[in-house]
């Protein structure tokens, strides 16, 4: 374990601790103004993210709060911008769904939403994907939630944790959740309205002939270049997915295996200036998993091929010294320490894979902002440590508390290893790359 929490901190440019979790979005208004929303709580900032304004709220034209979870602004034209998130479930709608609201003046007034996801299915997002491409087209990646909430009738839901410093604190990520999960897109041509969906269908995992499935969900897509879409994927199988899209998000390939390990995380994909490619995720490797860190490295890579070769690995928050981590397997990888409510009989486990840790952390889901010569990076943030006085565990940054996200605030040099970024000699730029 390491007490360094990122690389090169001292190249960071802001940070701050705020109470926002996983609902930050972000986008630039004409003249250099970043508007940050999260959930309701909107902000801005004059000078690159270093420094922010108090919040306010937002109503739309009817009255009503403008802003949720899954919050996702995208610019579109001028000071006109979008935000989507999921909207508020009543009786004519209770299901999950994902609505677009509109604003012509930077964020001050707002249309009323309008539904994006199709009817009658229980859709969901994750906060900050809306995507604008060069033709100016807006493209939100959500999922579909499908199934069983529970376990098997009368069986209780199963929970992952481990011992830090002697006291058992959660590591659960919903690695037993039985809900199946597809992707589809969302675009629009006409800054929002009308809506209309991938043409090919839900956006599943088929590993081989035999018709093996996975779920996928919370997607992130970035434009390679002009048309040629990269969507990266959420999976349980030790690594994310992605899959490409040639016609500006009109159809799909089949998910692939990238060379990103992970456990069952989101990540988020972006296109830099310079052509470049920018993930930032949690890494983590099929031990660590399975020892119970997970959510413990929110790492960054680059890929100046367009997403064939990843390079640059780096820590935004971790407790781990090591920045590159190999994936194993392609199968599912779960935390072995599983619990069970009392009275129900203890899961065998693999001795080789429990041991009690002196350092937990968890931080996930990132939101990422670029800019021309940085990028601010918000994720969730909890910190386990053990009280002085009492028998306890204290989660600085858990939920509900008042810290429980960080932003930070990094040069885009700090992504290259402090360099000034530059190509690979050795290898073709996204346009030229043959990709599938």
Not at 209 to 214: D, H, I, Q, R, V
Request: one cysteine or more; glycine letters at 10%; hydrophobic letters at 35%.
């Amino acid at each position: 374990m390491s007490h360094v929490p990122m690389t090169l901190p001292g190249l960071v440019l802001a940070a701050r601790d705020t109470r926002y979790r996983h609902k930050s979005t972000f986008v630039e208004l004409d003249g250099g103004r970043i508007l940050h929303a999260a959930g309701a709580a909107f902000q801005h900032s004059d000078d690159g993210g270093v420094t922010w304004s108090a919040e306010s709220q937002r109503v739309d034209a009817d009255g009503n709060p403008v802003g949720s979870s899954g919050a996702s602004m995208v610019k579109i034209e001028g000071n006109r911008i979008g935000y989507a998130g999921m909207g508020r479930s009543d009786r004519a709608k209770p299901y999950g769904r994902v609505v677009f609201w509109r604003s012509d003046d930077g964020g001050q007034t707002w249309a009323p939403p309008v539904d994006i996801s199709r009817p009658g299915l229980n859709t969901h997002m994750l906060q900050d994907v809306a995507l604008r491409t060069t033709t100016g087209r807006i493209v939100i990646p959500v999922h579909v939630e499908m199934g069983q909430r529970a376990g098997n009738v009368g069986a209780p839901h199963p929970t992952t944790g481990k011992l830090v410093n002697n006291q058992w604190v959660p590591t659960d990520a919903q690695f037993h959740d039985p809900t199946f999960t597809y992707v589809y897109v969302c675009y629009s041509e006409d800054e929002g309205r009308p809506w209309q969906h991938n043409r090919d269908g839900g956006i599943v995992i088929l590993l081989d002939t035999a018709m093996l499935f996975s779920p996928v969900m919370e997607a992130s897509v970035a434009e390679v270049y002009p048309g040629r879409l990269l969507m990266m994927m959420r999976t349980g199988l030790g690594r994310h997915f992605q899959s490409w899209s040639s016609d500006n998000g009109e159809t799909w390939t089949r998910p692939m295996p990238t060379p990103l390990a992970s456990s069952t995380t989101p990540a988020q994909i972006r296109m830099l200036h310079n052509g470049h490619l920018l993930v930032v995720w949690n890494q983590e490797s099929a031990e660590e998993t399975r020892r119970g860190y997970n959510r413990t490295r929110i790492s960054s890579a680059i890929s100046r091929n367009g997403g064939s070769v990843w390079e640059f690995f780096q820590n935004i928050q971790s407790i781990h010294e090591t920045t590159r981590v190999e994936p194993g397997p392609i199968r599912p990888t779960r935390a072995v320490e599983s619990y069970f409510n009392s009275g129900w009989p203890s899961p065998e486990r693999p001795v080789e894979d429990i041991m009690t840790a002196q350092v937990q952390g968890r931080w996930s889901t990132p939101s990422v902002f670029v800019m021309k010569d940085r990028v601010i990076v918000a994720h969730t943030h909890t910190m386990y440590g053990e009280d002085p006085v009492e028998a306890k565990i204290t989660a600085e940054g858990g939920k509900g508390q008042s810290g429980n996200q960080k932003q930070k605030v990094l040069p885009i040099e700090w992504f290259y290893g402090g360099k000034r970024p530059a190509d690979n000699p050795f290898l073709k730029r996204a346009h030229e790359a043959t990709v599938p």
